[in-house]
């Protein structure tokens, strides 16, 4: 009773100061990849720029209900307002293996700042599948054995929360003794039903929330305010056919181009979606009709359920304005385009 007590304890105290729409920071991207990939993004909804420095992150690994300031980090930088910043683990030599592998060069570039190279020192960013996620507000003490709780986080608050902490997720077969497990598209989302959202996965906020999540949920539904892809996607040539690499497996690219930006109705009203950007999307939501209008020639689509499930290809194209006919239910989508350059972008659709 005593753990249960403090812990609840911990989270009342931490979000004593309720959050009104679009007045603070939260978590607009997750990444659990393969190896080392791991990254946040978080989103500025205000008008204003946010200093980073007076927030940070911690873990609670495999089902714990407690973390330490070994399981968290302070975060740094400043977030543009209505901008995003995408905190991305360190793990940066080109020749490390096992636990050093290097993130990958497509998910390096996208980050505006790296965290945590040392495990010793704190395995925040070491997040997987099963493992509960905090945002908070606060100076982290310089003890490493430190509890993180109220009365040791000088203003500590809880600012966002994925996952549930204190509950260890299943894996597929039902089962925790790996702690391979995740959080998954079925109730009761922690015992393996259904299909694992957390793990191998990004996870991207959906543009109707517009505030973090301040206090432990009863059940953590990741599909509730999140949308999610593959992590990794296979590498198709013009064809739409798997390119395969010389060990004979098929290439596999990061799933990383949603990073960077984000969408969401807290942003500013207004924006022409014909305006001349390099790429835009429209109308969305859509019923059926969608249009694409690039700077360059598009080479393939694919069409990306919620689930990262591939439903449709859209190849030879070749083309910089294309109109598609999407023949789907009705629900979120995923375009992952991809140009005649090399280069690939995702944007995020809701058939109606």
């Not at 720029?49 to 400043?78: D, E, K, P």
Request: charge should be negative; proline fraction near 4%; hydrophobic fraction near 40%.
């Amino acid at each position: 009773m005593k753990t249960l007590f403090t812990l609840f304890t911990i989270l009342s105290l931490g979000s004593a100061i309720a959050q009104t729409n679009c007045s603070q920071i939260f978590i607009s991207e997750y990444v659990e990849g393969w190896s080392n990939n791991k990254a946040l993004e978080i989103y500025n909804p205000t008008s204003s720029a946010v200093n980073l420095g007076q927030f940070f992150v911690a873990r609670y690994s495999n089902g714990s209900n407690i973390a330490t300031v070994a399981n968290a980090i302070q975060l740094s930088g400043t977030i543009a307002p209505h901008s995003v910043y995408v905190a991305v683990l360190k793990k940066l030599d080109p020749l490390g293996v096992g636990q050093e592998a290097p993130v990958w060069d497509s998910l390096q570039s996208r980050a505006d700042g790296f965290y945590c190279p040392d495990y010793a020192v704190s395995n925040c960013f070491y997040w997987n599948g099963n493992d509960a996620v905090m945002l908070a507000k606060g100076t982290l003490p310089a003890t490493a054995t430190t509890l993180i709780n109220a009365a040791n986080v000088t203003g500590f608050q809880i600012i966002d929360l994925v996952g549930k902490i204190g509950e260890n997720p299943a894996n597929e077969t039902g089962s925790t003794a790996n702690n391979d497990g995740a959080w998954s598209s079925q109730f009761p989302y922690s015992t393996g039903l259904g299909t694992l959202i957390t793990k191998d996965h990004s996870m991207i906020r959906k543009s109707t929330i517009q505030k973090g999540v301040t206090m432990q949920p009863s059940f953590f539904d990741p599909l509730l305010e999140y949308d999610s892809i593959p992590a990794v996607i296979v590498r198709l040539d013009a064809n739409g056919d798997t390119l395969f690499g010389t060990s004979g497996n098929p290439i596999l690219d990061g799933n990383w181009n949603s990073l960077g930006v984000h969408d969401c109705l807290c942003n500013p009203a207004g924006i022409d979606e014909t305006e001349n950007h390099a790429l835009v999307v429209y109308p969305n939501p859509s019923t059926g009709l969608i249009n694409l209008k690039n700077s360059q020639e598009v080479k393939s689509i694919q069409l990306i359920n919620a689930l990262g499930q591939q439903v449709a290809v859209y190849n030879n194209l070749n083309k910089a304005f294309i109109t598609l006919e999407l023949d789907g239910n009705k629900g979120v989508y995923f375009l992952k385009i991809s140009m005649k350059n090399g280069s690939s972008e995702i944007r995020r659709v809701i058939l109606k």
